[in-house]
């Protein structure tokens, strides 16, 4: 099976995670796809096998002494915020940057989507606009699996070769339940997202803040003095953080605040924010302003209005890489062999590699030709992606 075949098979499989979910992992059809990546694996030759938590590993002995071992990673399931139900992927071949119909509603083309910019002259996957695509991070899938085929069809020289899929990365939890014990690689790597040559080892420190307003309802016609309304609360909590820290301001080393949800009636109100920041010292300090608009909002109105509950989610893998960046720079070398240009990009965002970074697994972020996720919008270049599996073949030659 030829990588866009595989892609095109994984991205069919709906694999949405759910955080309001308690399981692990969080939906039961993320497994769908660990089984059958399991049987492909197996079909290669190799002893995949699917956990109790729906992680699935696998290793590629060594063929030579002296290289030291290396993992691959990509996560399973796609992100909550658009459908991934009965995704319909469609090739374009040779794109030129011309207007892309997805469907009746919608389109896209350069003006509106600059990165088609980065893919002209590729063929490129695309959605039929109803659902997202799926190649966050399915394409990372296919790039390994297609990489596996290769070194055991070619058994090229190398050491040992870790690979794992996970569940709920998309939610803040991949590496929950990740299996060091088993998946005892030197460094590895998530391959997952951006263009061909990306190379992460900065992003955002990270953490969830629910807030809830508890309200004093009352029969509006005799509410002077009396309501308190919890949405109203809600606005003016919301208004008090700073303004040009909403996302669609910010970019590069910019953090932000980002209302993700929220929901409620007069009693009864609750946001959610995502709050990032790349500088730890400015992360705090976010957060540190919760707290503030919490106290002063609750010293204002008499009584506890204002409940905050702040969870990490993960830190900047860079604290970490810095001490040794070996596997940066074993992938800035692949790179380059190729003819490839490599990208140092700090993530907006954060990957499974960030939290396996502080639990010991040193990991940086590789680009897999995948662009607009998490929306409708959303495509993959086939020819980044392929390029994608010669940097991993590469690497495994110089470790």
């Known amino acids: 099976m030829d990588i866009v075949s595989r892609f095109i098979n994984y ?6 995670s759910d955080a309001n979910s308690k399981t692990i992992p969080s939906t039961v059809k993320q497994k769908d796809l660990a089984k059958i990546l399991v049987k492909e694996l197996k079909e290669l030759g190799l002893n995949a096998f699917m956990d109790e938590y729906g992680y699935v590993y696998a290793k590629i002995d060594k063929t030579k ?9 990509a996560h399973m399931d796609t992100s909550p915020d658009v459908s991934g139900t009965n995704v319909k992927p469609r090739i374009i071949k040779n794109y030129q940057g011309e207007v892309i119909k997805l469907n009746q509603d919608l389109s896209m083309c350069p003006k509106t989507s600059p990165d088609l910019n980065y893919v002209i002259g590729d063929d490129i996957v695309v959605t039929d606009g109803n659902t997202l695509l799926g190649a966050d991070n399915k394409a990372g899938i296919a790039i390994i ?11 090229p ?20 339940k990740f299996n060091l014990d088993y998946f005892k690689a030197d460094f590895a790597y ?3 997202g951006g263009c061909v040559g990306v190379i992460n080892f900065e992003n955002f420190n990270a953490s969830s803040a629910k807030v809830t307003f508890i309200g004093k309802s009352m029969h509006p016609g005799s509410a002077k003095g009396k309501l308190i309304n ?10 008090m953080l700073p303004k040009f820290l909403n996302p669609a301001f910010t970019e590069g080393y910019d953090g932000f605040n980002h209302l993700s949800e929220m929901s409620g009636n007069v ?14 010292n400015l992360f705090k300090f976010q957060e540190e302003k919760f707290k503030r608009i919490k106290d002063y909002l609750n010293n204002k109105y008499g009584y506890e209005a204002v409940k905050l509950e702040i969870k990490e989610s993960y830190l900047n893998m860079y604290e970490v890489l810095k001490d040794d960046f070996t596997s940066v720079e074993v992938a800035k070398k692949a790179t380059l062999n190729l003819g490839i240009n490599y990208y140092e990009i700090p993530i907006r965002g954060g990957t499974d590699g960030a939290r ?19 929306s409708r919008f959303e495509f993959l270049s086939i020819n980044q992606m392929k390029q994608s599996v010669l940097i991993l073949l590469e690497i495994i030659k110089l470790v």
């Open 190 to 192: 998530t391959i997952d």
């Open 65 to 73: 002494d002296g290289h030291k071992a290396v993992g691959f990673i």
């Open 145 to 155: 699996m297609d990489f596996a085929k290769e070194v055991i069809t070619k058994n």
């Open 356 to 374: 396996l970074s502080f639990m010991g697994l040193p990991c940086p972020n590789l680009g897999t030709g995948g662009f607009n996720f998490h």
């Open 11 to 16: 991205v069919k499989v709906d694999t949405q």
């Open 157 to 176: 020289p190398h050491g040992d070769i870790y690979l794992g899929f996970t569940p709920d990365e998309e939610i803040g939890r991949g590496a929950d």
């Open 230 to 239: 919890s949405q109203h609360l809600a606005f003016e909590f919301h208004n």
């Open 267 to 280: 009693e009864l109100t609750h946001l959610h924010y995502i709050i990032r920041n790349h500088n730890y």
